[in-house]
Nanobody, 125 residues
Framework: QVQLAESGGGLVQAGGSLRLSCAAS????????MGWFRQAPGKEREFVAG????????YYADSVKGRFTISRDNAKNMVYLQMNSLKPEDTAVYYC??????????????????WGQGTRVTVSS
């Protein structure tokens, strides 16, 4: 059974940092595009950052570019999201997602096959 489990969320002051982790189990994701999405209260879920299976190729939403960094450790089946210079508008539930092996990267959440339960990030002003 494929599972993704996020951790690392919490409460942080504006300007602070958090590192989210996503542990994948049930199969290897070394050949899968991975993404981070978020859903703020009252808003639709949106793309935040993503990584092709070639980890050097990364993608970011304009709102987080320069502040967030996605990385992956394929040997450990882990994906990370380093979030710096956090703003109150970054407050949301953050989800890790994966596409099937061999897929191309996508920013569309409908094209992701596996999802975690989410971890909540709250940024206070």
């Amino acid at each position: 059974q494929v599972q993704l489990a996020e951790s690392g969320g919490g409460l942080v002051q504006a300007g602070g940092s958090l590192r989210l982790s996503c542990a994948a189990s049930g199969r290897t994701f070394s050949s899968s595009p991975m993404g981070w999405f978020r859903q703020a209260p009252g808003k639709e879920r949106e793309f935040v950052a993503g990584s092709s299976w070639v980890s050097s190729i990364t993608y970011y939403a304009d709102s987080v570019k320069g502040r967030f960094t996605i990385s992956r450790d394929n040997a450990k089946n882990m994906v990370y999201l380093q979030m710096n210079s956090l703003k109150p508008e970054d407050t949301a539930v953050y989800y890790c997602a994966a596409r099937r092996s061999g897929s191309y990267f996508s920013r569309r959440q409908s094209e992701y096959d596996y999802w975690g339960q989410g971890t909540r990030v709250t940024v206070s002003s």
